[in-house]
């Protein structure tokens, strides 16, 4: 048995729950959960500090939840087609769709999720949703596998 907030439980308000879906019981393998508003400065893979208290609750989530394995997924957008990612301005390389991945993947490890359960990897600008540009600025969790209790 996992102590984890549900709807039941008076502590967690689901209307102002950002993570619904990393909460639910019917999680799945091969699920894809979109970390709205995690952002970072453009150009680069620091996150903004506003983003800060979402991540805080994604790694309370994710420590809770010790079933759960996934990768992280960096994605960027409006890029030339002849490169394979963006340019980091931190790094001065072209990666920044792995830079952003990785360092989601840096930030939840502090946070007390184990490393053994999260890889990390960016798709550049392979993986459009098909909207509008600022949505392909993304970092994902791909559910890898759920653990059976």
Sequence with gaps: Y?????????EVD???????????KRLKKGQIIILENILFYKGRSTVLEESQPLLDRVA????????????????????NPVYQDAYNRDTKKSNL?????RSIFQILRKRG???????????GRKKPLGGIDKLDRRVELYITKIEEE
């Design 2 to 10: 996992l102590d984890i907030p549900t709807s039941l439980d008076p």
């Design 14 to 24: 689901n209307s102002q729950e950002p993570f619904k879906s990393l909460l639910s």
């Design 60 to 79: 309370e989530i994710l420590v809770a939840r010790k079933d759960i394995y996934f990768e992280i997924h960096g994605h960027v957008c409006c890029i």
């Design 97 to 101: 769709s792995v830079d952003r991945a």
């Design 113 to 123: 999720v184990d490393y053994r359960r999260m890889k990390f990897k960016g798709y």
